[in-house]
Structure formats: structure tokens, C-alpha cells
């Protein structure tokens, strides 16, 4: 029991990364119909940001700081050299945009920093562990919770709430209705974006302190996953992007903990079938979007 | 006059020959992006300075003359295909490899046809020689490293390992596998075995099973690189997991040592470790000031090596006939090397050398443990 206890913590601190990033996946679909693989090099570069603030001094509380707003920067800058120009074009011209967007900033980490992993060196504390009855949870897991709760409630409140959210929710349902009322279509996708960085740079922040390096490819894997989480829970759908991430992320903890040896190579493969076969039955996703796209 | 003219004519015609001697065409596949790019670059880094401290003595054994062909192969391993056989269209008469199994692998199955010579800058993986005659290893295999380290562990007291490996690779399967048929054949016992993906995103439900385990293994074994060595460390270390680790030459890398309080204590193989006074500290200084570079991990040392085996296998061939520098370098014992000497004659041509054992320390650095070379009697089988 103390096992499958522990295991399910180990899902929901996976689960929440992969549901920050789907939603910063989500988020940006919804309004401009882009599918952005360069997600993953934004928390990336919020990774680099971490790594060059503790390589100039800086103490790793302000590091991290500095690593969420390197990933911010980095997704206004996406918008505003790639993308803007690129409003309006077809979902293939989008994507194809991002993949190249994407491999010009993996060629610039690899050859501009290093193309092997760096080193993150924490305090030695924020690797530590405590102990609930007979179970040892680790500290990080349990920050990547928290920070994962904290995150999805105070974005939620952006997005009822405030102006910008209910304008960003608004361009979601009707891009087109929303400039014809005057609102500034650029204020509100730059908004998107930085929002999306943001989750981005907290994603990085979490997979830094669990995983000690940094490396040219460190966000285009757990992006994959998002992007699979995004279609599960209904692309366009931000809270089927949470659901999907947290989906995704328990089936993947529980099937590395509980499969025999012998499917253990199966893994993936188990679980894009489950995703496949949820598909067949829902094909719009778990909580597909009022305007739904097709996976 | 006549015999000025004669001397300056023979003179001539001398110089004319030794600028027209042949050249030895090596290719070298080096993957300047992707997952090899970190090994294939200071392998060739290495390789390229002793190549160019040879040709600037008149090339292998001073009479050889060197061209090298270098392509990038962007870590692909059909691109890497395609380079080799440019290479070879170029006339390659020698291929150095990316610092793995698999496209070394691939590569030999182009160079097959004409038996010319295939040696990986650092593939450790020992399958990878069984292609055909002309393909060789350069570093200890891991079934050599897997060997050293199980008898130092069943040395050191601990009975009963768990082996973490990926089948993604020959190399993260096969070490831990040697290791443990290794330290069982010594008394020791295997109690469980996680497998992780490459690239994995999280390793807790591993670190979870093993918190969990019936019988609680005494060290942990995992031939695992980066970034999935950093990430598995931290889980474990995170869960309050203290068991000793143990891992595979990879471990030995600037990045795992800079992990911090989590690496500390952490022993790992090596394939050689600069003592003072040793050529490989020699090597380092050479290095350091003829490029600003310090050589941070062997694989600048073994590329080094690498052009030494190739200068030696020449020498014995007595031509450059790829099928008999394959023989010839098959037949190499004892071959004086940099990071340590190298025995190809008795082996499936994975050579024979050194293994060294160091273990991490506290303030990221390394401490030498023992140097040992397996016996090839008791090695395991690839």
C-alpha cells in the first residue's frame, strides 16, 4: 500500500510538469491554432538561464528567478521574430515554422554553450527526503507538486478573473470577434506567449532541480509528452491539457513501476496505445474545446 | 660539372619523391550535433593533435604522409552511412568511427567489401567487432569493465547488486549484465534488475521499486549516461536512497562530477587516469598548450591513442593495403599507447587494456582507486 502510495506521488509530480507544459502548449493553440515544438526549447533555455546565473554567482534561489524570466523572454522573442509574421498561415506552415524555430535553438545551445549535458549543483537539502508513516517522499517531488497546484490555481485566476485572461479566453472562442471589438489581438497573443513561457521556465525550474543537468535536448522529450497530453485531454482545451498531462504522467509512472520485466520494453508503447485507444472512444479528447480540433 | 649536376639532379628527384609519397587516407566520422557529439569531439580533438604532431615528423613512422576526411554525421546513423561511403568514394583507406556501437556498426557493413580498416573512437559495447575481421574497439570493452569492477565490489564486500539498464542500447544493457555475471561467478548475487528508456524523464517509480525491493541490494549498478545518470541519482539520493553506486566509464565526465554532494562517493571504471609523471599527464600538458584546452575526459586520450594504433598496425603491415593493416593490426600485442597499452592479438579485437576504477569525490573531483586488467580467461562472452 506504502508503495502504490508512493508511486502515485511520483505520477502527480511527473504528471504536473507534462500538464504546465501542455497547458502552455494549449494556451498558445487555442488562440493562434499553432502547435509550437519549439515549446520545449523554451524550457530549455529557462534550464540555461538556471545554469549561467549559478555558473556568474548568483545564489540559486535568484537563479531560478532569473531562469523564469530567461524562459518568458525567450517565448516573447519566438512571437515576436517567428511567429508574428507568420499569423494567419496554415497549420502546416505554423508547424513547420516551429520545427525549424525549434532546431536553430538546439544547433545555437549545442554550439553556443555545450553539447553535452551541464551540471546543476542544488543545495544538498533540496535533495532530501521525509518521512509519512512507512513512506519516504522526497522533497523535490513534493515542491514540484506544490509549485504544480500553485501554478495551475493562480493561472486560473488570470484567466477568469482578470482583463488580459478573459480577453485571452475570449481570442480562444473567436479570434476574429474579439479585434472587431477593439481589443489588440498582439497584446493578447504576446500575453499567451508569456504566459506560456512562464509555465515553460516553472517546468524547467522543476525538471532541473529533479534531474541536475542541463542539456540541448532537455525539453523536446517531456514537450512530446505534453503535446501527446494535449491531444488526450482535446487540443485547444486547457483544462483537457491538465487532465492529459496528469493522464499521461500517471501512466507512465505506473507502468515503469508495476509492468512484468518481460513488457518492461513495451512501456511506451503501452502507453500511446492506451492514448489510442482513448482516442477511438473520444476522439475529441477527454474535455474537448467548445470549437474542437480533431486530433 | 657533371657530377654537381648529377648530385642536384638526385637531390632533386629525392625530395620530389618524399613530397609525392603516398598518402594514407584516413575518414573520420565525427558527429558535431546530436547525442555523440560529446564523445566524437574531444575523441577527435585528440586524434587530429597526434595526428598532427606525426605529420609534423613526416607522418605515420616518418614516412607516411596522413589526409584526413572529415565529415559530420550529425549523430545519424543513416547519414553516418552515407558519409562513410563518400569517404570511401574519396578513398579512404582507414575509417575511425563515432564513439558508439551502433553507427560503427553500420559503418562496417559499407567497409566491409574492401576490408578497410573500422575503429570506433570509443564504442565500448564488445558486440560491435563481432561485424567482421576488419572492425576494431579502441577503449576496454565493457565486458573488461564490467569484470574489474564487479571483482573490486565483491572486494570491497558487497553481495547483492541491482542492475539498472536500458535495452536502448548495446552499451547501457550489456555493462550491468557483465557486471553481474560477473559478481555472481565470484559469490555475489544479482537480487533485481530496473530498465529505464533513454532519455527517460523520471526515474522515481524506479528509485520506488528499489526502496521496496524484498532483498535491499548493498550497491546499485548502472552503466547509464547523461543526462539519465544525473536524473537517476538525484531521485535516488532525493528519496533518501544511500546504497553505493556503481557505473560504467561514462560516469567519468566533467558534468557527473559537477552534480554536487549527490556524485559523492559514487566509483565508476575508467580507461585511464593521469598520474604524474605519466605519459597520459604528458599528454595533458601537450595538449593544454598547444590548444588552451584541458583535457577533461579520456576520450581526448584514447583519439590519441587511436592514431598510435593506427602508426603501429602501418608499421607492421610494411603497406597500406587496408586488408593487411586489418591483419596486421589484429596481430598488435602489447602496442605502446598514451592512456595505457593496448593488446589486440587473442582478442576478437576488442583490445586489451587497463582498467582503471576511481571513485567521485565531495568537491568534484576523482580519486584513483586501482588500476587491473581483466583476465581474458574469465571475461564474459559478448
Not at chain 1, 61 to 78: K, P, R
Not at chain 2, 92 to 112: E, G, H, K, L, R
Not at chain 2, 150 to 177: I, N, V
Not at chain 2, 354 to 371: H, M, N, P, Q, S
Amino acid at each position: 500500500m506504502d508503495q502504490l502510495l508512493q508511486q502515485l506521488i511520483n505520477a502527480l509530480s511527473l504528471g504536473g510538469i507534462y500538464a504546465m507544459l501542455a497547458l502552455g502548449l494549449a494556451i498558445v493553440f487555442s488562440i493562434i491554432g499553432l502547435i509550437n515544438f519549439a515549446h520545449g526549447d523554451i524550457m530549455t533555455f529557462g534550464g540555461y538561464g538556471i545554469f549561467l546565473s549559478m555558473v556568474f554567482g548568483f545564489p540559486p534561489v535568484a537563479a531560478l528567478c532569473i531562469g523564469l524570466g530567461a524562459a518568458v523572454v525567450m517565448a516573447l522573442a519566438m512571437e515576436r521574430t517567428a511567429f508574428r509574421v507568420m499569423r494567419g498561415a496554415d497549420v502546416i506552415s505554423l508547424l513547420i515554422t516551429s520545427f525549424a524555430v525549434s532546431e536553430i535553438l538546439k544547433v545555437f545551445f549545442q554550439n553556443g554553450i555545450s553539447a553535452r549535458p551541464v551540471p546543476i549543483s542544488f543545495p544538498a537539502a533540496w535533495s532530501g527526503s521525509y518521512q509519512i508513516g512507512g513512506m519516504t517522499i522526497g522533497v523535490a517531488p513534493t515542491a514540484s507538486i506544490l509549485v504544480t497546484i500553485i501554478s495551475l490555481g493562480c493561472l486560473t485566476f488570470v484567466l477568469r478573473h482578470l482583463a488580459i485572461g478573459m480577453a485571452m479566453r475570449a481570442a480562444a472562442e473567436d479570434f476574429d470577434m474579439l479585434r472587431m471589438l477593439g481589443v489588440r489581438a498582439n497584446r493578447v497573443v504576446a500575453a499567451a506567449f508569456a504566459i506560456s513561457g512562464l509555465l515553460a521556465g516553472i517546468a524547467a525550474v522543476i525538471w532541473t532541480a529533479q534531474r541536475g543537468s542541463v542539456d540541448p535536448m532537455m525539453g523536446f522529450f517531456p514537450v512530446l509528452k505534453a503535446f501527446i497530453a494535449t491531444v488526450l485531454g482535446g487540443l485547444g482545451s486547457l483544462g483537457g491539457a491538465v487532465l492529459g498531462g496528469f493522464v499521461v504522467g500517471t501512466l507512465e509512472v505506473l507502468t515503469q513501476a508495476f509492468l512484468p520485466d518481460a513488457l518492461a520494453p513495451y512501456r511506451d508503447a503501452i502507453v500511446l496505445s492506451a492514448v489510442i485507444a482513448v482516442l477511438l472512444v473520444r476522439p475529441d479528447g477527454l474535455l474537448p474545446a467548445r470549437t474542437s480540433a480533431r486530433s | 660539372m657533371k657530377l654537381k649536376s648529377l648530385l642536384l639532379g638526385t637531390a632533386i628527384a629525392a625530395i620530389g619523391t618524399a613530397s609525392l609519397a603516398e598518402e594514407y587516407v584516413i575518414g573520420v566520422m565525427s558527429a558535431q550535433s546530436g547525442y555523440l557529439a560529446p564523445y566524437d569531439g574531444p575523441a577527435y580533438a585528440g586524434f587530429k593533435f597526434c595526428m598532427d604532431e606525426k605529420m609534423a615528423n613526416g607522418g605515420l613512422n616518418g614516412t607516411t604522409p596522413v589526409k584526413l576526411i572529415v565529415k559530420d554525421t550529425r549523430s545519424d546513423i543513416a547519414f553516418g552511412v552515407q558519409v562513410v561511403q563518400e569517404m570511401l568514394d574519396q578513398g579512404a583507406q582507414f575509417i575511425v568511427s563515432s564513439a558508439d556501437a551502433d553507427p560503427t556498426i553500420a559503418a562496417a557493413q559499407i567497409t566491409a567489401a574492401d576490408m578497410v580498416p573500422t575503429m570506433t573512437f570509443a564504442g565500448t559495447a564488445p558486440v560491435l567487432t563481432q561485424v567482421g575481421s576488419h572492425v576494431f574497439g579502441s577503449y576496454p570493452g565493457d565486458n573488461q569493465q564490467g569484470a574489474v569492477l564487479a571483482a573490486y565490489a565483491k572486494d570491497q564486500g558487497f553481495e547483492k547488486a541491482w542492475l539498472l539498464t536500458s535495452p536502448d542500447s548495446a552499451y547501457t544493457l550489456g555493462g550491468p549484465r557483465y557486471f553481474g555475471e560477473v559478481f555472481e561467478s565470484l559469490g555475489g548475487a544479482v537480487v533485481g534488475e530496473s530498465t529505464f528508456n533513454l532519455n527517460q524523464p523520471d526515474f522515481s517509480a524506479i528509485v520506488t521499486n528499489i526502496q521496496n525491493a524484498e532483498t535491499a541490494p548493498d550497491v546499485i549498478v548502472t552503466w547509464a549516461w547523461e543526462p539519465d545518470f544525473p536524473a537517476f541519482i538525484r531521485a535516488l539520493r532525493g528519496a533518501g536512497v544511500d546504497t553505493q553506486v556503481m557505473g560504467g566509464d561514462v560516469l567519468d565526465t566533467p558534468t557527473v562530477r559537477g552534480l554536487g554532494d549527490v556524485v559523492d562517493g559514487v566509483v565508476h571504471t575508467s580507461g585511464g587516469y593521469p598520474e604524474d609523471g605519466s605519459k597520459y599527464a604528458d599528454f595533458i600538458a601537450r595538449f593544454e598548450a598547444a590548444t588552451g584546452t584541458t583535457p577533461d575526459n579520456n576520450y581526448y586520450v584514447n583519439g590519441c591513442d587511436i592514431a598510435d594504433m593506427i602508426e603501429q598496425a602501418v608499421a607492421a603491415a610494411g603497406t597500406t593495403d587496408p586488408a593487411a593493416v586489418s591483419a596486421a593490426m589484429a596481430e598488435i600485442e602489447n602496442g605502446e599507447g598514451t592512456m595505457s597499452n593496448f593488446t589486440f592479438k587473442g582478442t576478437d579485437r576488442m583490445p586489451l587494456r587497463d582498467v582503471v576504477v576511481a571513485r567521485i569525490t565531495a568537491d568534484g573531483g576523482k580519486e584513483f582507486v586501482l588500476r587491473q586488467m581483466a583476465d581474458p580467461e574469465t571475461l564474459p562472452k559478448p
